[in-house]
């Protein structure tokens, strides 16, 4: 017996008088050499096509080589069903047993929930905020315990890729909560260690259920472009959608797309994630209508990532879409169809350009919404254009021989010569230097800053935050400062005045909070992973190659992101990119050498129900406390002080090491002009956290309020030392100098 891994079902070798049928009746060659061994799902041998009618069409899908006797057979073929002239004619479909087509609407329900997940996650705000990110994860925890629980899942071999993944981000996660022992402040390095224990259970989950890739590939890419619709939405028709008031740390806000995840990299990352899942669905869905579909969104998609102005999705988009043309399994396919699509973003990229208010601004004119009903018009024409060109595309190219490897290895040589020529013929040292250089506010005056900023080289202040990283991990370099010590490091040794409060570069941030042990730890978990990926690829065939490939690439794209901004902290991001992570080195399964279950799985499946348990309790404590918190804020808003106090208690109680709930009492305290009360709050909270120049600066004013004026000049002192250019203090400066 042969198995036909794709499909999962038993498939009998061809015997002599299937040979004899098939050389007799051409039309049913294909049936009979595919034919399930036996049961309810073997089909009519000798029957006419027409009496097998619909279920026979319904269950011949293109899948991948087929089981058998490949590219050999000499028999003839039904010239409909031809691909290649080195293949069988039919050698891109297998046959889908019934069991599976009945679970067509489980699936497509799976569809909806993963992409209804994207959407909602990007729609509230990228889940940035903790009650958000920490609901997420004990739902996560939640669904894992239940379904191992339940034996929902089986459970990898202890050989396995995914085990040697997971131990490794295990360790990684272990190193954070271990690192709030030596932090300065234990409340942020275990929120790091509850946002690591969200991605790892996002990828645990994926991991675990990800047997059928592609309902997770579709959901994800159907997700993406919804981001990308209302994403446009917003630009073209502003007055359907609440305004937000985006902060204003940086300068060029206003100008570039950001809703609905708020923040234009991330944005654009999560689109540049989903590329290469539309360009799978648009080269290897089922159904003519989804190829049609995921082609049409792709300019959309694109037109999104202009707006964003972000050259970290635009590089992340170049990176994806050439990874999945590699990993596919007909490259020659995914190139011709890349390159369609690409054609189709660059007209709505046209169409942006002809409106440059609609771009750069302002956007609350006349002017802009006139220029958005137009080009919504014109962007949904260049969509749906794509999206039949590359249903005729595929059809045409269904009878076209394919080039030779001779001719692949020449296209791809050439496509890194034109590259390297690119890179020549752009000044790469001149762009280093200024990449190097703090930035400025000269280019937000020009009219076309979007277009300026897609072509430039500076680099935002990343130099000098990253080289903020190196320096912190240069004064520890074994296990660096504390998970979450980036902040308060760059405040104080900080080489601009601006709030930062993350490295803007993953791997650089772990190096100098965890130092190189961190650091290694991370590179294992990723590299396994990754490593993990590339074996299932090289072992997958037909469609289910393509679609590892395209979440490879997927996954591939969100890692180089990881290393030039922050979207590690940018819940929907990760969650999307460790999903893609998860699947690929979900798929890489060994065989099995034995068909029953070692003694000891249930231990293990105990231990893991556990250990759920246990990260559902990590998260919810602070969880809880953040919502003790926000209430207790709330009830001080609306002068009910004793409530205030009340839930600033419960907070304290519930994290005893958090300096957050600390300072809320104390603030509480002050409000209610109790300052002995309060200033025993506020030094609690300098106990739990003596880096953070605002607890000294909150203790200053108290201790002016007493009386105390001696000490509450030593704060003030602490409070400058630690975050010497802060504009408050500039600025108080300032004034103690007019006055005098």
Same mark, same amino acid.
Request: proline letters at 4%.
């Given at each position: 017996m042969l198995e036909d891994r794709s499909v999962g079902t038993a498939l009998s070798p061809q015997t002599p008088s299937d040979r004899r049928r098939q050389r007799s009746r051409p039309d049913l060659a294909y049936a009979d050499h595919v034919r399930p061994a036996a049961g309810r799902d073997r089909l009519p041998v000798g029957v006419h096509s027409r009496r097998v009618g619909r279920r026979f069409r319904r269950q011949v899908i293109r899948e991948g080589p087929v089981v058998g006797e490949g590219r050999r057979q000499k028999h003839q073929h039904d010239d409909r069903c031809t691909t290649t002239p080195r293949a069988p004619p039919c050698a891109g479909l297998v046959v889908q047993p019934a069991?599976?087509?009945?679970?067509?609407?489980?699936?497509?329900?799976?569809?909806?929930?993963?992409?209804?997940?994207?959407?909602?996650?990007?729609?509230?705000?990228?889940?940035?905020?903790?009650?958000?990110?920490?609901?997420?994860?004990?739902?996560?925890?939640?669904?894992?315990?239940?379904?191992?629980?339940?034996?929902?899942?089986?459970?990898?071999?202890?050989?396995?890729?995914?085990?040697?993944?997971?131990?490794?981000?295990?360790?990684?996660?272990?190193?954070?909560?271990?690192?709030?022992?030596?932090?300065?402040?234990?409340?942020?390095?275990?929120?790091?260690?509850?946002?690591?224990?969200?991605?790892?259970?996002?990828?645990?989950?994926?991991?675990?259920?990800?047997?059928?890739?592609?309902?997770?590939?579709?959901?994800?890419?159907?997700?993406?472009?919804?981001?990308?619709?209302?994403?446009?939405?917003? &630009?073209f028709f502003p007055s359907l959608f609440p305004t937000h008031n985006l902060p204003q740390f940086l300068p060029g806000t206003a100008e570039r797309l950001s809703y609905p995840v708020d923040y234009w990299n991330g944005l654009a990352v999560l689109l540049a994630i989903g590329t290469p899942l539309l360009l799978r669905s648009a080269l290897a869905a089922r159904r003519g209508l989804a190829r049609a579909l995921a082609a049409a969104a792709l300019p959309g998609v694109a037109a999104a990532i202009y707006l964003t102005a972000s050259r970290t999705g635009a590089a992340s988009v170049l990176v994806a879409a050439g990874l999945f043309v590699v990993f596919a399994s007909d490259r020659w396919a995914a190139l011709s169809t890349t390159l369609l699509v690409s054609v189709g973003s660059a007209g709505a990229i046209v169409v942006l350009l002809d409106r440059p208010v609609?771009?750069?601004?302002?956007?609350?004119?006349?002017?802009?919404?006139?220029?958005?009903?137009?080009?919504?018009?014109?962007?949904?024409?260049?969509?749906?254009?794509?999206?039949?060109?590359?249903?005729?595309?595929?059809?045409?190219?269904?009878?076209?021989?394919?080039?030779?490897?001779?001719?692949?290895?020449?296209?791809?040589?050439?496509?890194?010569?034109?590259?390297?020529?690119?890179?020549?013929?752009?000044?790469? &040292?001149?762009?280093?230097?200024?990449?190097? *250089?703090?930035?400025?506010?000269?280019?937000?005056?020009?009219?076309?800053?979007?277009?300026?900023?897609?072509?430039?080289?500076?680099?935002?202040? &990343?130099?000098?935050?990253?080289?903020?990283?190196?320096?912190?991990?240069?004064?520890?370099?074994?296990?660096?400062?504390?998970?979450?010590?980036?902040?308060?490091?760059?405040?104080?040794?900080?080489?601009?005045?601006?709030?930062?409060?993350?490295?803007?570069?993953?791997?650089?941030?772990?190096?100098?909070?965890?130092?190189?042990?961190?650091?290694?730890?991370?590179?294992?978990?990723?590299?396994?992973?990754?490593?993990?990926?590339?074996?299932?690829?090289?072992?997958?065939?037909?469609?289910?190659?393509?679609?590892?490939?395209?979440?490879?690439?997927?996954?591939?794209?969100?890692?180089?992101?990881?290393?030039?901004?922050?979207?590690?902290?940018?819940?929907?991001?990760?969650?999307?990119?460790?999903?893609?992570?998860?699947?690929?080195?979900?798929?890489?399964?060994?065989? *099995?050498?034995?068909?029953?279950?070692?003694?000891?799985?249930?231990v293990v499946r105990g231990a893991l129900v556990v250990t759920a348990l246990l990260a559902i309790a990590c998260e919810a404590m602070p969880l809880l406390t953040q919502i003790e918190v926000q209430a207790s804020q709330a009830a001080a808003r609306r002068g009910d002080i004793a409530e205030a106090r009340t839930r600033a208690l419960a907070a304290?109680?519930?994290?005893?090491?958090?300096?957050?709930?600390?300072?809320?009492?104390?603030?509480?305290?002050?409000?209610?002009?109790?300052?002995?009360?309060?200033?025993?709050?506020? &030094?609690?909270?300098?106990?739990?956290?003596?880096?953070?120049w605002r607890l000294w600066l909150v203790s200053a004013r108290i201790e002016t309020k007493l009386g105390a004026i001696d000490a509450a000049k030593r704060s003030i002192a602490r409070a400058i030392r630690l975050n010497p250019r802060s504009s408050i203090f500039n600025r108080r400066e300032r004034d103690l100098s007019a006055h005098r």
């Open positions: 069991h599976q087509t009945r679970g067509r609407g489980g699936r497509t329900i799976a569809r909806a929930l993963v992409a209804a997940a994207v959407l909602a996650l990007a729609l509230d705000g990228g889940t940035y905020e903790l009650t958000a990110r920490h609901s997420l994860a004990v739902a996560i925890w939640w669904m894992l315990a239940c379904g191992i629980a339940l034996r929902l899942w089986e459970i990898p071999e202890r050989r396995s890729p995914q085990t040697v993944a997971g131990l490794a981000f295990a360790g990684f996660a272990a190193l954070v909560a271990a690192s709030a022992t030596w932090a300065a402040n234990a409340e942020v390095a275990f929120l790091e260690f509850d946002r690591v224990l969200l991605y790892v259970g996002v990828g645990a989950l994926a991991a675990l259920t990800g047997r059928r890739v592609d309902t997770w590939s579709d959901g994800l890419a159907l997700g993406t472009a919804a981001v990308a619709a209302v994403a446009l939405a917003s &630009r609609l771009v750069n601004g302002p956007f609350d004119g006349a002017t802009a919404a006139a220029q958005g009903r137009v080009a919504a018009v014109l962007v949904l024409v260049v969509c749906v254009a794509t999206g039949l060109l590359n249903h005729g595309l595929r059809i045409g190219l269904g009878h076209l021989p394919r080039p030779g490897r001779r001719a692949g290895l020449a296209s791809a040589g050439l496509a890194l010569v034109l590259a390297l020529l690119l890179i020549a013929v752009s000044h790469p &040292r001149a762009r280093l230097v200024a990449f190097t *250089k703090p930035p400025t506010t000269a280019a937000l005056s020009r009219p076309d800053f979007v277009q300026m900023h897609l072509l430039s080289s500076e680099g935002g202040g &990343r130099f000098q935050f990253w080289g903020a990283a190196v320096r912190e991990f240069e004064s520890r370099p074994l296990l660096g400062q504390g998970a979450g010590s980036y902040e308060s490091w760059w405040a104080e040794h900080g080489s601009l005045p601006v709030f930062v409060r993350y490295a803007h570069s993953l791997y650089l941030e772990v190096l100098g909070e965890l130092g190189l042990l961190g650091l290694l730890l991370l590179l294992a978990a990723l590299g396994s992973a990754l490593i993990a990926g590339i074996t299932a690829i090289t072992r997958a065939r037909g469609v289910e190659r393509t679609t590892l490939g395209a979440l490879f690439a997927a996954a591939t794209a969100f890692l180089i992101a990881l290393g030039v901004d922050w979207m590690w902290q940018l819940t929907v991001v990760s969650v999307v990119g460790v999903a893609c992570l998860g699947l690929v080195t979900g798929s890489a399964r060994r065989p *099995k050498r034995e068909p029953t279950r070692p003694a000891h799985r249930g304290a109680h519930l994290e005893p090491w958090a300096s957050s709930a600390y300072l809320q009492l104390a603030l509480v305290d002050e409000q209610r002009r109790d300052l002995h009360s309060a200033r025993r709050a506020i &030094r609690v909270a300098l106990s739990r956290d003596d880096r953070d």
